[in-house]
Nanobody
């Protein structure tokens, strides 16, 4: 069983930056692709970005492409989400998730991930 803990959220002005971290424990973290999702009030959870086990492959939602960067450090059991040029519409609770079942596929749907963190709030003011 893998436990995931997100951190790094907060309040930032539009145009600013934040770096989220997702720290893992309790499993072989390097075995799992990891994704970031977000959920705004009254909206469904949506895909943000995903990274392969070794970090060599990444995918992004169109809404964040060119502004967000996902990376991982398997030696530290941590995945990061660098968020630049933040917009008010990026305001949401951000979750990281690990895919136990499909080691070579980068999923974009929440149902494809097995382990979830508790989320961290990101608020972007205009």
């Amino acid at each position: 069983q893998v436990q995931l803990v997100e951190s790094g959220g907060g309040l930032v002005q539009a145009g600013g930056s934040l770096r989220l971290s997702c720290a893992a424990s309790g499993g072989i973290f390097s075995s799992y692709p990891v994704g970031w999702f977000r959920q705004a009030p009254g909206k469904e959870r949506e895909f943000v970005a995903a990274i392969s086990r070794g970090g060599g492959s990444t995918i992004y939602a169109d809404s964040v492409k060119g502004r967000f960067t996902i990376s991982r450090d398997n030696a530290k059991n941590t995945v990061y989400l660098q968020m630049n040029s933040l917009k008010p519409e990026d305001t949401a609770v951000y979750y990281c998730a690990a895919d136990r079942r499909r080691p070579v596929v980068l999923g974009t749907r929440a149902g494809e991930y097995d382990y979830w963190g508790q989320g961290t709030q990101v608020t972007v003011s205009s």
